[in-house]
């Protein structure tokens, strides 16, 4: 942090400059599916699985979302990127030309997403314009395969691919 730098300006910074993974979530409280892209998603614990994720109050899907009992988690990877961008494009109907259906418990799911989650909202926290939302997972699929990971870095999307240097 420099001197004339104040901590929110290096923490927007530090922030931009850190990738994270991208997942995008679904819902339907009644009206209709929502969907939206976030690079938030941590995970908690393995047992039972849990993840958190946070939602933005100035957010239209965010907010619908909140009034979610339950929610589909798309991991995403660098195949599905324009799924992540229609996820984060504000005013787009993210479900008009995009394959998806629901599960048999309802929820909206993307089809080609191989990667992805069923779960239930166990907690929510207000914090500064935003809401930490807990997650526990109930049901899912993890495709095999070696297709490279969506990562969200300086303000743009990224494609992590494996190079077999890893130790």
């Excluded at 931009?16 to 209709?32: M, Y």
């Excluded at 990667?115 to 166990?122: H, K, V, Y």
């Excluded at 993890?142 to 990971?149: L, T």
């Amino acid at each position: 942090m420099s001197a004339t730098q104040s901590l929110g300006e290096a923490f927007r910074h530090a922030f931009r400059n850190h990738p994270a993974g991208v997942a995008v979530l679904t819902a339907d409280c009644g009206e209709s599916p929502v969907a939206l892209t976030v690079s938030s998603l941590i995970s908690v614990s393995a047992e039972p699985p849990t993840v958190a994720f946070s939602l933005s109050a100035a957010s239209s899907a965010g907010k619908a979302l909140l009034g979610a009992e339950n929610i589909v988690i798309h991991l995403m990877r660098y195949p599905d990127l324009e799924i992540a961008r229609l996820g984060a494009t504000s005013g787009a109907n993210r479900f008009a030309e995009v394959a998806w259906e629901r599960l048999p418990t309802g929820e909206p799911r993307y089809s080609d997403v191989a990667n992805w989650f069923r779960a239930r909202i166990t907690r929510r926290l207000e914090l500064n314009g935003a809401t930490l939302v807990v997650a526990e997972l109930l049901a899912g699929r993890i495709a095999d395969g070696d297709a490279a990971s969506l990562v969200y870095l300086d303000r743009g999307w990224r494609r992590l691919a494996r190079t077999g240097s890893e130790q």
